[in-house]
């Protein structure tokens, strides 16, 4: 098992010179834990593909401390320091192109690199303190649900790793929004996350293009390398639902689990689960995949999920529930 870790000085003086030499680190992030390794070290980012038995034609998000280290990893634009400055610390990912002193095992072998900030105090700290940009995809198993708890880590990869660096747990609780910026001309979002495409477009003055749901369609595939269609996974078959009503609620058999947005009115059992108590998008999202994994553990046979509004993030929520739905 991993020891798990308070964010002190000293132990952040140690997660660095681990990181320095190599090792791997369960990390918090304001969206989801992520699996962090020294961005320049080949080898210790082949590690984080190995532990998470992850595809190697799926890239890495790389870490930088603020928009100053941008121009340390990519070749930034206008617009890139522009949204950095708005938007980070925060939940946004930008692709860029990338330089070349990233190795290209962490970009799949692609030109461009995933870059973000991460507005987690203790982690920012973190990335302050290491004069080398850090690689840290979730830190899950690949396809399985995303980590919000130091516990999620440790159930999932602490047979595998040694530190994880406890942070509570994950404020946003979906992934970033990961924003195409090669074409300064034409951003176009690649995932929806945290960060609502909508206050992208309101700082932008413009609408943005935004993605369809991935099908098996290789020519998008190609576009967002690693953006399968089944990914964040629960283990028990999920249905997706435009709503479920109260008697169906009420006929629901023993071994099917219902997950809803909200509390609903009135009393039901056990087996009826909701992700907030009045239907807020942004407590929905950070309940979402804590509330997956006890639902997934509970050993039923189906689980009925409902869907979110397609607003805000509406779209990161379902476009999850879509992938965990996806057989
Ligand atoms: P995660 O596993 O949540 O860290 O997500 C990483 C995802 O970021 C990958 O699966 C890709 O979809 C996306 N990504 C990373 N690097 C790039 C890149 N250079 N170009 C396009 N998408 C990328
Ligand atoms: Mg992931």
Redesign the pocket.
């Known amino acids: 098992m991993a020891n798990i870790l308070q964010p002190t000085e000293e132990n952040l003086r140690e997660l660095r010179k681990f990181l320095l030499f190599g090792g791997l680190v369960g990390v918090p992030t304001e969206t989801v834990y992520g699996l962090a390794a020294n961005a320049f070290d080949p080898e210790a980012c082949a590690k984080i593909f190995e532990v998470k038995q992850r595809p190697a034609n799926?890239?890495?998000?790389c870490h930088v401390s603020g928009a100053d280290a941008l121009e340390d990893i990519c070749h930034a634009n206008p617009l890139a320091l522009r949204l950095a400055k708005r938007f980070w610390p925060g939940p946004l990912?930008f692709?860029l192109p990338k330089k070349s002193k990233i190795p290209n095992i962490v970009?799949a072998g692609?030109d461009?690199?995933?870059v973000r900030c991460s507005a987690h105090p203790d982690f920012h700290r973190l990335v302050e303190q290491c004069d080398f940009p850090i690689a840290?995809?979730?830190a899950n198993p690949f396809a399985y649900i995303?980590p919000t708890t130091a516990q999620h880590v440790q159930a999932g990869l602490g047979s595998k790793i040694t530190f994880i660096l406890d942070g509570g747990s994950c404020s946003f609780g979906v992934?970033s929004t990961?924003l195409?910026l090669r074409d300064e001309t034409n951003p176009r979002i690649?995932?929806y996350g945290a960060l609502p495409a909508e206050d992208i477009e309101v700082e932008l003055g413009r609408s943005i293009e935004k993605p369809t749901f991935i099908t098996a369609d290789e020519s998008v595939q190609h576009?967002?390398?690693?953006?399968l269609p089944k990914h964040y996974s629960p283990r028990t078959p999920l249905e997706l639902r435009g709503g479920i009503s109260n008697a169906e609620l009420a006929s629901l058999k023993n071994d099917q689990a219902a997950l809803l947005l909200a509390r609903p009115e009135g009393s039901f059992p056990g087996n009826v689960h909701w992700l907030s108590e009045n239907g807020k998008l942004s407590e929905i999202a950070s309940n979402l995949y804590a509330k997956l994994r006890e639902i997934d553990e509970s050993g039923y046979a189906t689980i009925f999920a409902e869907e979110a509004p397609e607003l805000g993030l509406g779209l990161a929520i379902n476009d999850r529930l879509r992938r965990a739905s996806f057989r």
């Not at 576009?223 to 953006?227: I, K, M, R, S």
Request: no cysteine; aromatic share 0%.
């Open positions: 799926d890239p890495l998000i990912t692709v970009t692609l461009s690199v995933a840290a995809p979730s995303s992934e990961i195409d690649l995932r576009l967002a390398p690693g953006a």
